[in-house]
């Protein structure tokens, strides 16, 4: 299972998602952490601490795939 988790900088929020979920976009490309996008961890454990490190004000599950 990949977990992936989505950086909004401009509404300072990450959301955790599942592989599957039909948010993640199939064409997701690796941008810089630091300027937000789609990044994908290969555990959950991993993908919480990313959140953390994140910096983000707001941190959520995603309602659809519900990490
Ligand atoms: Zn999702």
Redesign the pocket.
């Known amino acids: 299972m990949v977990y992936w988790i989505h950086i909004a900088r401009s509404i300072d929020r990450v959301?955790l998602?599942?592989e599957k979920?039909?948010?993640?976009p199939s064409n997701a490309i690796r941008t810089d952490f630091w300027e937000g996008g789609w990044f994908d961890y290969p555990t959950k454990e991993r993908a919480l601490a990313a959140m953390e490190q994140a910096g983000t004000t707001y941190q959520k599950n995603?309602p659809?795939?519900k990490?």
């Open positions: 959301t998602h599942k979920c039909a948010e993640v995603c659809l795939c990490p």
